[in-house]
Nanobody, 127 residues
Framework: QVQLVESGGGLVRPGGSLRLSCTAS????????MGWFRQLPGKEREFVAA????????NYGGSVKGRFTISRRDSENTVYLLMNNLKPEDTAVYFC????????????????????WGQGTQVTVSS
């Protein structure tokens, strides 16, 4: 069992930046593809960004491409999401997920195939 803990959310003005972190328990972090998703109440979970095992490939949702950057540091069991030029429509609860069975090099955008999830962190973009 892997436990994921997100941090770094908060309130930020439009145009501002935040960096989210997600730290995993256990010793197999490097074997997982990792992803960030976001969700509003009553809505489906939306793909934000994913990174493959070893970080060789990344994948981004269309609405965040060019503004958000996903990265990972396997030595610290952590995946990051740097969010720049934030917009009010980025407001949501952000979740990180771990894909245990990802093929090497695949940055998985499909939330239904992720195996583990964190509890989420709120990001609010408002003036």
């Amino acid at each position: 069992q892997v436990q994921l803990v997100e941090s770094g959310g908060g309130l930020v003005r439009p145009g501002g930046s935040l960096r989210l972190s997600c730290t995993a328990s256990g010793r197999t972090f490097s074997t997982y593809a990792m992803g960030w998703f976001r969700q509003l109440p009553g809505k489906e979970r939306e793909f934000v960004a994913a990174i493959s095992r070893s970080g060789v490939n990344t994948n981004y949702g269309g609405s965040v491409k060019g503004r958000f950057t996903i990265s990972r540091r396997d030595s610290e069991n952590t995946v990051y999401l740097l969010m720049n030029n934030l917009k009010p429509e980025d407001t949501a609860v952000y979740f990180c997920g771990a894909d245990r069975d990802a093929v090497f090099g695949y940055a998985n955008p499909h939330s239904s195939t992720y195996d583990y999830w964190g509890q989420g962190t709120q990001v609010t973009v408002s003036s």
